[in-house]
């Protein structure tokens, strides 16, 4: 057992039968959904390899992605596309996706530890976590559950977008992407609030 296994059973107690992991992937794309993820675990569940999604290649995801769906005692998803994100503003959809994962756990938990310092109304009583990826088993688990969910998401909108390259940037800004959202326009799929600057520097262009 890892330090990140003994952070979140130092919450257990009395009051505190069960507790959630909650964290998010997607805030940074300009392309495609916000995904966040709720994972509740047994207090005697455990897998060393389990860290924050950032630290792990993608293959690794993937295999602990399969392990905590089979081991958790219960978890949850929830996806705001990016018309809602471009409506509310990423903080709030990234929130809105977090307690939508939440209302999803069977049983329900007493207490939701949350990943960085932002949380959402719920009757569930939440914690914030600042870098809690790297501090929380289940909030590890959770970061997983979200970036594999949302990584396969990209992968498939590709397929109709190729232009894009989304199943290897995943909708984040890079250099490529970047240049292709100028060569072939911004699709259906892109956060026009994200491409302000973009959009600004193409009219700019133009009236040269």
């Keep these: 057992m890892n330090s990140l296994k003994k952070f ?6 009395r009051r ?11 805030r940074g794309p300009i392309a495609g959904p916000v995904v966040a993820a709720a994972v509740i ?4 569940t455990f897998h060393a390899k389990i860290n924050d999604s950032k ?3 993608e293959k690794t995801r993937e295999g602990l992605f399969h392990w905590i769906i089979e081991n958790c ?17 990423i903080l709030q959809a990234s929130l809105k996706a977090m307690k939508i994962a939440v209302e999803q756990l069977k049983p329900k938990p007493q207490l939701c530890l949350i990943d960085g310092n932002k949380s959402f109304s719920s009757e569930i009583k939440t ?14 688990a959770a970061s997983i ?3 594999v969910t949302r990584d396969r998401i990209m992968k498939d909108l590709s397929k109709i977008h190729p232009q894009y390259s989304w199943d290897h940037n995943k909708g984040y800004a890079t250099s490529a992407h970047i240049k292709a959202v100028k060569l072939h326009g911004i699709s259906e799929l892109h956060r026009k609030t994200f491409l302000s600057r973009i959009l600004n520097e193409e009219k700019q262009e133009f009236l040269f």
């Excluded at 675990?41 to 005697?44: E, G, V």
């Design 8 to 13: 979140d059973i130092s919450f257990l107690s």
């Design 127 to 140: 914690k914030t976590v600042v870098k809690g990826d790297a501090k929380s088993f289940s909030i590890a």
């Design 41 to 44: 675990f047994d207090k005697k």
């Design 55 to 57: 630290k792990l290649t």
């Design 16 to 26: 505190v039968k069960l507790l959630a992991g909650v964290d998010e992937a997607g």
């Design 145 to 147: 559950i979200a970036k």
């Design 73 to 89: 005692t219960t978890y949850g998803v929830g996806i705001i596309d990016h018309k809602e994100i471009d409506k509310i503003n």
